[in-house]
């Protein structure tokens, strides 16, 4: 189905690559800074659980990534550092905390 819908595994991988960077682009935008910790850690929690839900092949591409211990994420060149907006974003809250 991968070549059906992608053409190649490659192809496959630009498309995640494309939904991850919508998402931390999403998520560098959400305005948590103003919230108390616990609210703003809500805040991102609901963002995350309706972007899963909204778009269940993301969810399932990732978790069949997770499966795979991301094998094919970490051999990707525009992955580098893609999770360094969310792990910022949930590391305000705490530091105010």
Same mark, same amino acid.
């Given at each position: 189905?991968?070549?059906?819908?992608?053409?190649?595994?490659?192809?496959?991988?630009?498309?995640?690559?494309? *939904?991850?960077?919508?998402?931390?682009?999403?998520? *560098?935008?959400?305005?948590?800074?103003?919230?108390?910790?616990?609210?703003?850690?809500?805040?991102? *929690?609901?963002?995350?659980?309706?972007?899963?839900?909204?778009?269940?092949?993301?969810?399932?591409?990732?978790?069949?990534?997770?499966?795979?211990?991301?094998?094919?994420?970490?051999?990707?060149?525009?992955?580098?550092?893609?999770?360094?907006?969310?792990?910022?974003?949930?590391?305000?809250?705490?530091?105010?905390?």
């Amino acid at each position: 189905m991968i070549y059906y819908y992608f053409g190649s595994k490659e192809r496959l991988y630009a498309a995640l690559e494309r *939904a991850y960077e919508d998402i931390r682009v999403t998520e *560098a935008n959400v305005d948590v800074e103003h919230l108390d910790p616990v609210t703003a850690i809500r805040t991102l *929690a609901q963002l995350t659980f309706d972007r899963h839900e909204a778009n269940p092949d993301f969810s399932r591409l990732i978790s069949q990534e997770n499966v795979q211990r991301a094998q094919f994420v970490t051999a990707a060149s525009g992955f580098p550092g893609w999770t360094v907006p969310s792990s910022r974003c949930r590391e305000r809250p705490r530091a105010r905390a």
